[in-house]
């Protein structure tokens, strides 16, 4: 492995690592899982997807 490919694997995980803790990619994470354990039912739009989302978060405690 060369110290390029090493970078660029590197950057490539940290990227992931700070998507997800973000949240980025949360709706195509909930369209996949929509998808392939619920195939049928009706997926929810992003906008319905991020105001359901915010609407848990403002209703549950959170400690620390």
């Not at 998507?19 to 929810?44: F, K, R, S």
Request: with cysteine; glycine share 4%.
């Amino acid at each position: 492995m060369t110290v390029t490919s090493a970078i660029g694997t590197a950057f490539k995980n940290v990227r992931w690592y700070v998507t997800n803790l973000m949240g980025d990619n949360a709706y195509a994470t909930y369209v996949a899982h929509q998808q392939a354990t619920h195939p049928g039912q009706p997926v929810m739009t992003e906008r319905e997807f991020w105001q359901e989302r915010y609407a848990d978060q403002a209703t549950e405690p959170r400690c620390c």
